[in-house]
């Protein structure tokens, strides 16, 4: 199993292939936000991948950085990133100081939308 690190304080062990954004909330118990529930729309569930990023990114993801002009290096979206090696990664956007009523909405289990795998 894929072994992720938050922050650099806590390391959990991750089914393989489960998305990066569940595993933050559920192994990691973190308040990681995901506001359009996990569908590439918003950049709530923006990471800082530390160590680890992924060589590929969906079509969707890559779109969604590029529209909401998000440039900085290692910054991903944890909603379109499945967990299939180890990571380190920092977390970005919180629900506690947000302001918003919950973390989002509801996240499937598998990617969405469909994934269109590309590089970086």
């Known amino acids: 199993m894929p072994k992720l690190t938050i922050d ?35 950049t709530t569930c923006r990471v800082r991948i530390v160590d680890g990023e992924p060589e590929k990114m969906t079509e969707a993801e890559k779109e969604t950085l590029r529209v909401r002009e998000v440039t900085e290096p290692g910054v991903r979206l944890s909603c379109q990133i499945a967990c299939d090696h180890d990571m380190s990664v920092e977390l970005i956007s919180r ?26």
């Open 95 to 120: 629900f506690e100081g947000s302001g918003r009523k919950d973390q989002g909405s509801p996240v499937a289990e598998e990617i969405q939308p469909e994934p269109v795998w590309t590089t970086k």
């Open 8 to 42: 650099g304080e806590t390391t959990v062990e991750v089914p393989a292939g489960k998305r990066l954004v569940k595993a933050l909330v559920e192994e990691g118990g973190t308040d990681q936000l995901h506001a359009c529930g996990g569908v590439s729309r918003c």
